[in-house]
């Protein structure tokens, strides 16, 4: 088997001859195997062991055994005591989910504080193939049904190529001894009901299953990074970032295959659920103003596009500016203030920027988020407009108009509704004799 491990390494580049790796070491058979085959291949490791506090004295002599099992091997050993049914409480989370939190994020702080390469799990096929069937009852995509992968970011799991019965051969083989968590056996938990009730009769009909169900795995991962570099390519030609907001086209979404599928990869980042992305799709021909959201993100359809962002974008909150100040910086909006002289002043184009009489202003100037029955004249108009019909004109999504900021001269009158337009009782003539040039950053 060691032949078998060492081309597996090598075949999917899991880590180099010279790189350090920490063993997560339950004690259990699989991890046993993991660390003596990684002892005889001469790859230098240390080893981790997570006592959970759950299991009383048979977890206290887990960590004694995986403690001399360390010393037999002469590596370095690290053993973390956690409170998994505190933190479990904490999170609203199952105990199986706490232990997983825990034990991922103790080794990564682990492997950067000792300087190691990769952190290395014990996982093989039939832990594989538990996941996909796992997964695939819960209902997952793509990523769900290729399983555990070989190497992941920081972690590999050079036995993932081996059978159940490999280990275990190994361990008679080599006369290794081991400890067996009871736990494996309850069926209270989902893994271990499918385990035993489950995955027996898949086996009847399949008696090569597990190795099946590899590649099956190794098909789908291939599939699915087609499927990433369609999802970029969409990406690319539909998407388009401003500030704390993303644009999609919705023309250019149409003419994709497998719409609802392709979004649902792109909208990942922003948290919503392919049942709601199905109805997403459903909208496009819907009127504008559809919402929809996610725990963090909400999606507006507007015209021929959608439009993303935060939730609770709106920046609430009232600030001033004094005579002289030359910069405001708040949460969402930095503006800076620069004072010209009229002669010779070129007024700048660009809805990011604004160039006013600075005699007609009245100091403190206010920043504030717009508000209903605010009104000003823009400039190239004499007559007032309501800020919210102005807003309807420019077309400004209804996930964004919470978001728009003005610029209010101490006399009361806006002088500028930031990022669009100045106001006409403010602008630069031939009798201005000072500019205040106000730039959005």
């Not at 001399?68 to 933190?87: C, D, G, I, R, S």
């Not at 070129?346 to 604004?354: E, L, N, R, S």
């Not at 800020?387 to 919470?402: A, E, R, T």
Request: proline share 4%.
């Amino acid at each position: 088997m060691l032949d078998r491990v060492r081309q597996y390494i090598q075949e999917n580049e899991l880590f180099a001859p010279t790189d350090q790796l920490l063993v997560a070491v339950s004690g259990g058979m699989d991890s046993v195997v993991l660390a003596d085959v990684l002892h005889r291949l001469a790859v230098p490791f240390a080893i981790a062991h997570c006592h959970f506090g759950l299991r009383g004295q048979e977890a206290d002599a887990d960590e004694e055994f995986v403690r001399k099992l360390a010393k037999k091997y002469e590596v370095p050993y690290f053993a973390e005591f956690f409170q998994t049914k505190a933190f479990a409480e904490q999170e609203g989370i199952s105990t199986q989910m706490a232990a997983r939190t825990l034990r991922y994020e103790w080794f990564e702080r682990l492997r950067q504080t000792q300087g190691l390469d990769y952190i290395a799990t014990a996982h093989h096929q039939r832990d594989a193939a538990e996941t996909m069937l796992l997964n695939l009852t819960h209902g997952t995509g793509l990523a769900g049904l290729h399983g555990i992968r070989p190497k992941n970011g920081r972690v590999v799991r050079p036995l993932l190529g081996m059978a159940k019965g490999d280990l275990y051969d190994y361990l008679v083989e080599n006369h290794l001894i081991w400890r067996e968590d009871a736990s494996n056996d309850s069926t209270l938990y989902q893994r271990n009901r499918l385990r035993h009730d489950v995955l027996p009769v898949l086996r009847e009909i399949n008696p090569n299953l597990d190795h099946t169900l590899q590649i099956t795995a190794e098909r789908v991962g291939g599939a699915e990074e087609i499927v990433r570099r369609y999802v970029a390519d969409t990406a690319r030609a539909a998407q388009h970032e401003e500030a704390e907001v993303t644009y999609l086209n919705i023309a250019t979404l149409q003419a994709t295959a497998a719409t609802a599928l392709v979004l649902h990869e792109m909208l990942r980042p922003f948290g919503f659920s392919y049942l709601v992305v199905k109805d997403i799709v459903a909208a496009f021909h819907a009127p504008s103003g559809r919402r929809f959201e996610s725990p963090t993100h909400l999606l507006v359809k507007d015209r021929e596009q959608l439009v993303i962002t935060r939730r609770n974008l709106t920046k609430f909150g009232t600030h001033q500016i004094m005579a002289g100040q030359e910069v405001l910086k708040i949460d969402g909006l930095h503006l800076r203030l620069d004072l010209a002289e009229a002669a010779g002043f070129d007024v700048p184009k660009g809805k990011a920027v604004a160039a006013l009489d600075a005699d007609k202003l009245k100091f403190p100037l206010t920043v504030r988020p717009w508000q209903e029955g605010d009104w000003f004249m823009p400039i190239g108009m004499k007559g007032k407009k309501l800020l919210s019909d102005f807003l309807i004109d420019q077309k400004v999504p209804l996930n964004l108009k919470s978001s728009v900021w003005v610029l209010v001269s101490g006399d009361g009158k806006i002088a500028w509704v930031v990022g669009f337009r100045p106001d006409e009782r403010f602008k630069v003539t031939e009798e201005t004799q000072r500019v205040l040039v106000v730039k959005r950053m």
